[in-house]
């Protein structure tokens, strides 16, 4: 945007927003939050301008396990278990597992190790079930399922330039980003680029004889005032194709 357009967006005159700019002018807190809004700045960045402009923090960060965010976990719940018999899990900006439904865990232990879905040395049966894993570091891992990953070479790259978009925004996805970066063989986020025929990037899993192949869709929630719940994402996987689709229904 322009500095007009924005000053016209804003309702406030383009004299008076270079100055902000320039630091001539100090902002108020609606006028500052206005700004945000209108950029579409993520909630944990408002509270980064917030602070150099010398005013308090609008949004806190409550624990994902806090009695306050009860309802959310419920509805995250409520989405998980429904989209039985096909996984589902919710994640933080590091790709850290916080919950996940049955046919996850299902799923992991059929591709063969039941040390994929451990972290902090707690297993897939601890309680709640592979929470604190990491969604992402077990395709990247050589040591992990990244010898399961069929289509590795395609997918990677567009895994991590979507991860290195995220980066932009969250500690966490930066930090995940140049974990991943370190594994051997790791491709670069601007390599990557699906089959022409593809309408969207499969996920590709092999064990012996039997091919899975799946894509996902990432759910947010709508309109949240905690970074917390601001930050979590629901990925949901689906089968991309038939025999894929019978052998979730089969492992119900």
């Known amino acids: 945007m322009t500095q007009l357009d924005l000053s016209l967006e804003a309702n406030l005159s383009a004299r008076h927003l270079s100055f902000l700019e320039t630091g001539r002018s100090q902002p108020s807190r609606e006028s500052l939050l206005r700004l945000c809004r209108i950029l579409d700045v993520p909630l944990g960045e408002r509270n980064v301008m917030l ?10 960060r409550t624990p994902f396990s806090d009695p306050a965010l009860r309802q959310v976990r419920r509805a995250l719940s409520f989405l998980l278990e429904r989209h039985e018999p096909y996984p589902a899990i919710a994640v933080d900006p590091g790709w850290t597992v916080l919950m996940a439904n049955d046919a996850y865990v299902r799923f992991l232990e059929w591709l063969g190790d039941t040390k994929l879905a451990v972290a902090e040395g707690r297993s897939v049966h601890s309680e709640p079930p592979i929470a604190g894993s990491n969604a992402l570091l077990p395709l990247f891992d050589p040591k992990g399922l990244r010898s399961r990953v069929v289509n590795f070479d395609e997918l990677a790259p567009l895994m991590l330039a979507r991860l290195y978009r995220e980066s932009v925004h969250h500690p966490g996805a930066r930090e995940l980003l140049g974990r991943l970066q370190d594994f051997p063989g790791c491709p670069s986020p601007w390599d990557g680029d699906i089959a022409e025929t593809q309408l969207i990037a499969h996920l590709v899993l092999e064990r012996e004889t039997v091919r899975i192949s799946t894509f996902s ?3 947010s929630l709508g309109s949240p005032q905690d970074l917390t719940a601001h930050e979590v994402q629901l990925e949901t996987f689906f089968p991309a194709d038939e025999a894929s689709e019978s052998f979730f229904r089969r492992h119900a």
């Open 217 to 219: 869709t990432l759910t």
């Open 51 to 60: 602070a150099a402009a010398g005013l308090s923090p609008s949004y806190r």
